[in-house]
């Protein structure tokens, strides 16, 4: 039986989203840290995976982990043909801060461990990574660096030959106008060359179309300019990735509960230590 065009409009979330494939909206987040602000978006990189379908997948700034995880965990989930690669030095930034080794070794290990088949850290600057993509090989980029207009800038303007014909760019913190942040301004700029789509919670979330073949599904996306259509898959995946901060919440509601509890232990063995301290010295008198 036929659809008319007016039942897919309706159908926004339903048509345009995977048809009736809906498992990623189940998809687990496998790594949430406490520091992380990438939390709303799990969803997404769950859904645009399994909608794109890339060969290559590149991060640049990863962190803890949280967003990289989310695209490689959809990558298995969906059975997707993908090379995954996170570009970063795990050394902070002066927006970030400066980190120790013990987050690229953690997030190391459990890339080796769940995602070593096909997902590379590459432990360099962003642009000393640059010659390890070959030029149009790129299907998704993902860039999460120092956020400056400048920095941005030359972030995309660098990598932007290795991006293939299909592709799309995500641009993390486009809500973001505090401080120096600067990416919000940039993808004003880009937005008057590039078809995209932004997402306004969790910092902001910007979705650009470079290449002239976008899957059909992202493209659709990429192309809405009904308001009430756009709101609808704004609030859809901000509903879905608000539950993955209600379990970040709860896992550190669970450290606090631990620590107060590991407190209190100590706190009462001082208690122990002392009462029978005072009572060794009455014993002596």
Known sequence: MGTNTETVRTNALGARLPGPETDWMLWPAVRLRNEDAWTGHIAFAHWIMSAMRPDVFVELGTHSGTSYAAFCEAVIRSGAPTRCYAVDTWLGDPQAGR??????NDLNAFNLVRYGGFSTLLRKTFDAARDDLADGS?????IDGLHTYDAVKHDFETWLPTLSH???VLFHDTQERQSDFGVWRLWSELRQVYPGFEFTHSHGLGVLQVGQNVPGQVADILALTDAAEIQNVRRLFEYLGARFQTELNSLKMQAEGRRLVERLNRSEAETRRLAAALAARAAKT
């Open 166 to 168: 299909q592709a799309v």
């Open 138 to 142: 790129v299907d998704l980029l993902h």
């Open 99 to 104: 980190y120790t080794d013990d987050i690229y």
